[in-house]
């Protein structure tokens, strides 16, 4: 949970570099509180339950825009890749192999690397 709460904090951050542990912790949470809200709006028929699920949704569009942009810039890669998801099939492939790739160890133009910065 802390994970989740960490990418919170950086609401709109877009520099810097993103753990693979945090981007895909997020993303753990995010989904599951995305399958709770959905269920019980199905489940209830209210409208109240979708509209809390729309509004989680909106506010957490920013800070996963935010965490996937870190997360390739910790792969050496710009944020713009992001971009490549709009291609049918092969660009969100790519994209979940960008995402789980290894962050570069060293130092690189987007920072320090953010595993041995939160480790000492």
Same mark, same amino acid.
């Given at each position: 949970?802390?994970?989740?709460?960490?990418?919170?904090?950086?609401?709109?951050?877009?520099?810097?570099?993103?753990?693979?542990?945090?981007?895909?912790?997020? *993303?753990?949470?995010?989904?599951?509180?995305?399958?709770?809200?959905?269920?019980?709006?199905?489940?209830? =028929?209210?409208?109240?339950?979708?509209?809390?699920?729309?509004?989680?949704?909106?506010?957490?569009?920013?800070? #996963?825009? #935010?965490?996937?942009?870190?997360?390739?810039?910790? *792969? &050496?890669? &710009?944020?713009?890749?992001?971009?490549?998801?709009?291609?049918?099939?092969?660009?969100?492939?790519?994209?979940?192999?960008?995402?789980?790739?290894? #962050? =570069?160890?060293?130092?690189?133009?987007? #920072?320090?690397?953010?595993?041995?910065?939160?480790?000492?």
């Amino acid at each position: 949970m802390n994970w989740y709460l960490e990418v919170l904090k950086k609401y709109a951050v877009f520099s810097g570099r993103a753990r693979r542990k945090e981007f895909w912790m997020f *993303t753990l949470f995010n989904l599951i509180i995305v399958a709770v809200l959905a269920g019980l709006a199905v489940g209830t =028929k209210s409208g109240v339950f979708w509209a809390l699920y729309g509004i989680y949704g909106l506010a957490v569009l920013l800070p #996963g825009w #935010g965490v996937t942009v870190r997360r390739l810039h910790d *792969t &050496s890669r &710009s944020g713009w890749w992001m971009l490549f998801y709009i291609v049918p099939i092969v660009g969100p492939i790519t994209l979940l192999v960008f995402l789980a790739s290894e #962050g =570069k160890a060293e130092p690189n133009q987007y #920072g320090p690397n953010p595993k041995y910065v939160a480790a000492a």
